[in-house]
């Protein structure tokens, strides 16, 4: 990218992102701001600051470890200014680091791509498949370092020579035409590492590729083939691929990966192979509840950008396309409503009403012991932390799906501002203690910013709402 920020665009709406370590944060339009205490690779939001903008200002290296250039170039890559910065890595990078690393990716890891809780034993799973494939212990070893780096702040060299290695394996794998799990899985962190250093163009690039290749894995050149079936840990890899799309998208892009349909029992064989621990079926029901969450969400990016088209044609016919949309919309509302009703949703809702009827403190104990109010409304009382983040989602997701028939910023429809105080109470009660990419707070944040607005800081009330 070479601008400061990423404007992200709902219909006449506008607000610029800005990353710092390695997670987005909203801020109004305003001159960017220097941030102390911060370490220098993480100052996405000066230009001056910005390792990637930086970087990427050289011109690519005319040769690469010794061979030339002609055949990369048929891949479009943009990072080579970023290595030929760095220079060419030795093979062993940093072997008395790798240890450590390789820990931090298996217990930190899941947890920041929000996985942790239901997904824990998955990642041990795709480390077993780098013993054999140095693209995907590269990349994965580019984002363990990157993150367990920045922690510490240290600058991130080993996760730019990872990361260097491993693209170099997965061309090298392309040009052979070489289509297995792990080369899948090495795009996927590849993505996920740009993903998390604030680089959502180079993201959405290895997401388009990551997206070709799962197209090659489902349809096998030979002639009357049958599909291959996807192993579970390249569905878990791939849903986790969808999450990131919605992040670029959500703010008026085309989506890399199309609409889905209702799949439950689609999903539900192979995440019973990946979930562990005693409440197995309640924790695949709780993933599946998410998983809806998501397409519902993919749906309803997919019918904005309907929308916005369709009012910008010549000769837009007002009555017509709004009266259309309004009943496309009407169907994501009732999808929506109509998750509240999963069984697991029921259940944990009923729990909590009866842990308030009763006026005792949560079994939970430790969940709770630093829930909050969201200004002067009541305190939530949520025993569930699936439920909780599950909850913020759906939230989040019903802000969106307002703006689809009604754009501008602020709390009209009343529902829009009722469902950004209810996020923000759920958030209060339980957001400390909840990791936030199993519910992705950051986008509920932006939503309920641009609910709430300034206008209605800090009494959370509208003067045409009182």
């Not at 894995?217 to 569905?235: C, D, H, K, R, S």
């Not at 998983?291 to 009555?319: C, H, S």
């Not at 025993?383 to 989602?393: G, K, P, V």
């Amino acid at each position: 990218m070479d601008k400061q920020s990423l404007p992200i665009t709902i219909p006449h709406l506008r607000c610029t992102f800005f990353y710092e370590k390695g997670l987005m944060a909203v801020e109004p339009r305003s001159p960017a701001r220097k941030h102390s205490g911060q370490s220098y690779h993480a100052r996405y939001n000066e230009s001056e600051e910005n390792i990637f903008l930086q970087l990427q200002k050289h011109n690519p290296p005319e040769r690469i470890d010794n061979r030339s250039t002609a055949g990369i170039r048929r891949v479009n890559y943009t990072v080579f200014p970023l290595y030929n910065q760095l220079g060419i890595p030795d093979s062993d990078t940093a072997p008395y680091m790798e240890p450590r690393y390789i820990a931090y990716l298996l217990q930190e890891v899941p947890n920041t791509l929000g996985a942790g809780q239901m997904f824990p034993a998955v990642f041990p799973k795709l480390y077993a498949h780098a013993l054999n494939h140095e693209g995907l212990r590269y990349t994965m070893l580019a984002v363990a370092s990157f993150l367990a780096d920045n922690k510490n702040n240290r600058p991130p060299l080993y996760a730019f020579k990872y990361l260097q290695m491993g693209i170099l394996q997965i061309q090298q794998a392309l040009a052979e035409g070489t289509i297995t799990d792990a080369l899948l899985y090495a795009v996927f962190f590849a993505a996920y590492l740009h993903f998390i250093c604030g680089e959502l163009a180079s993201t959405r690039r290895h997401l388009e590729g990551f997206h070709l290749l799962l197209q090659r894995y489902q349809t096998p050149p030979a002639e009357f083939q049958p599909v291959i079936t996807p192993p579970a840990e390249l569905m878990f890899v791939w849903r986790m691929a969808i999450r990131m799309d919605h992040t670029w998208a959500i703010g008026g892009r085309t989506l890399v990966f199309p609409l889905v349909s209702k799949q439950d029992e689609l999903h539900r064989g192979w995440v019973g192979k990946l979930v562990v621990g005693e409440n197995h079926d309640v924790t695949v029901e709780w993933a599946l509840a998410q998983f809806a969450l998501d397409d519902l969400l993919t749906r309803a990016i997919a019918l904005n950008m309907k929308a916005v088209q369709l009012r910008l044609q010549p000769g837009y016919d007002k009555e017509i396309v709004e009266a259309a949309i309004e009943q496309e919309t009407a169907i994501l509302l009732e999808e929506h409503r109509s998750w509240n009703e999963r069984p697991c949703v029921r259940s944990a809702r009923e729990q909590d009403v009866l842990e308030e009827s009763r006026n005792q403190a949560p079994q939970e104990q430790p969940f709770h012991t630093t829930s909050s109010t969201f200004l002067h409304y009541p305190k939530l009382q949520i025993t569930n932390q699936l439920y909780a983040a599950n909850l913020i989602q759906y939230h989040w997701v019903l802000i969106y799906i307002t703006f689809i028939n009604h754009s501008d910023p602020g709390p009209s429809p009343h529902k829009r501002f009722q469902t950004a105080i209810e996020l923000c109470r759920t958030y209060a009660a339980v957001g400390s203690t909840l990791p936030v990419g199993v519910c992705r707070m950051i986008l509920g944040l932006y939503l309920a910013g641009l609910t709430l607005s300034e206008r209605m800081y800090p009494t959370g009330s509208f003067d045409s709402l009182v």
